[in-house]
């Protein structure tokens, strides 16, 4: 477990350095892509911060809630990959960014002035987008909805209709594996089944409701979190090119030797 905890704040020090490089970056050399780069600044800070969390609950004793916060850690990993894997990235961030402002214009029980203050945001997404076709794109996707009045469950849809849609859209073999793995056993703990309410604890039968250290299953919780947070980091450094190459391989490689020694382990 020791090992596990250093890579944990090795990984918060490398994610809050990511964040601090690449907004100098930002400053440097006003960055063209200024949704997508808003995109990854805002979803590092919401993973980096439920990484943290999970440490938390884990040493408190409430390992088996953890799967909440690494689902929503999932999701926003793949979000983040659904935007960069698309061929126009800006266009899709944008849709990622407005998806809830849409829900607000098209109700009809919605107060005016939300309403209007829902659209000026969406303008100003839109503003955002400087690819030509791309903005057009965005154009046509706010003509389309006002069109219809009506607006999908996901920000993904219609191209993709659920989470794993998107994973299978990932590039990358080995992180598509990966993360089609954490996909199923969370799915498990969200979904409260039977074997989910139970996969993170070391004794399935103790249904005590006060603290209860696991630390068997406890670290299985905290490599997930791991796992998650090194595959958000890498693509993360790779598309801004941070020159972050060295230090996140080595991150990689300690994360990946641990979390390969327990898949195994949180695969029962």
Not at 183 to 193: A, E, M
Request: charged share 25%; aromatic share 10%.
């Amino acid at each position: 477990m020791k090992d596990i905890f250093v890579l944990h704040d090795d990984l918060v020090d490398f994610g809050s350095a990511v964040q601090s490089i690449s907004n100098q970056l930002y400053k440097e050399r006003k960055h063209i892509n200024l949704l997508s780069f808003d995109l990854g600044t805002k979803i590092g800070s919401y993973i980096v911060t439920l990484h943290r969390a999970n440490r938390t609950l884990v040493e408190a004793g409430w390992a088996h809630t953890t799967p909440l916060l690494l689902r929503a850690m999932l999701e926003s990993t793949v979000n983040y990959l659904t935007v960069l894997n698309n061929a126009q990235p800006e266009y899709m961030a944008f849709r990622f960014f407005t998806h809830d402002y849409f829900r607000v214009l098209v109700d009809p029980e919605a107060q005016s002035s939300i309403k209007e203050k829902a659209r000026s945001d969406i303008d100003y997404c839109l503003s955002l987008v400087n690819a030509s076709n791309e903005h057009r794109e965005a154009e046509e996707h706010i003509a389309t909805i006002l069109r219809e009045g009506t607006i999908r469950t996901f920000w993904f849809s219609p191209d993709k209709n659920t989470v794993k849609d998107c994973i299978l859209g990932v590039a990358d073999p080995a992180v598509r594996e990966a993360l089609l793995f954490v996909y199923k056993i969370l799915s498990l703990s969200i979904h409260g089944t039977h074997m989910g309410m139970v996969m993170f604890k070391d004794n399935p039968n103790d249904f005590d409701i006060n603290p209860n250290s696991n630390p068997q299953r406890g670290a299985g919780a905290l490599l997930i979190s791991i796992k998650l947070l090194i595959e958000f980091l890498v693509s993360r450094c790779e598309v801004e090119r941070l020159g972050l190459e060295s230090d996140y391989t080595r991150l990689f490689e300690r994360g990946q030797s641990l979390y390969e020694a327990y898949r195994s382990t949180m695969a029962t």
